[in-house]
C-alpha cells in the first residue's frame, strides 16, 4: 500500500518561508516521476513542483524562482522549499508522485497572510 504524508504547512507572513516534507512508503520516490500540487479555494488543483524521471526539476511560472523542490533517496522523502511566500500561495499542498493518475498525499494547509 501506498502511502505519501505531507508536514510542514501551517500559517505565515508575507514575504516568509516554510519547508514541506513528503515522506514516502509503498513506493520508492525516484523510481519516477514526484512532486508536488497546489490547489486554492475555487480554483483546480495545479503542478508547481516537480522532479522528473531522469532527475530533472520543473517549476511552474508563478513560483519559480521562490520554490526548490529536492528529494532525500535515503530517507523516500521529498521537500518543497518555498521563499518570499505571497498571499496567492494560500493553497493546500499535496505531494503526489507518478502524476494526476498516481499517488497522493492528504494535503496540507498554506496559508499567507498580507
Known amino acids: 500500500q501506498v502511502q505519501l504524508v505531507e508536514s510542514g504547512g501551517g500559517l505565515v507572513q508575507a514575504g516568509g518561508s516554510l519547508r514541506l516534507s513528503c515522506a514516502a512508503s509503498?513506493?520508492?520516490?525516484?523510481?519516477?516521476?514526484r512532486g508536488w500540487y497546489r490547489q486554492a479555494p475555487g480554483k483546480q488543483r495545479e503542478p508547481i513542483a516537480s522532479i522528473t524521471s531522469d532527475g530533472r526539476t520543473v517549476y511552474a511560472d508563478s513560483v519559480k524562482g521562490r520554490f526548490v523542490v529536492s528529494g532525500d533517496n535515503a530517507k523516500n522523502t521529498i521537500y518543497l522549499q518555498m521563499s518570499s511566500l505571497k498571499p496567492e500561495d494560500t493553497a493546500v499542498y499535496y505531494c503526489n508522485a507518478r502524476g494526476r493518475m498516481g499517488h497522493w498525499g492528504q494535503g496540507t494547509q498554506v496559508t499567507v497572510s498580507s
Open positions: 509503498g513506493i520508492i520516490f525516484t523510481n519516477g516521476p
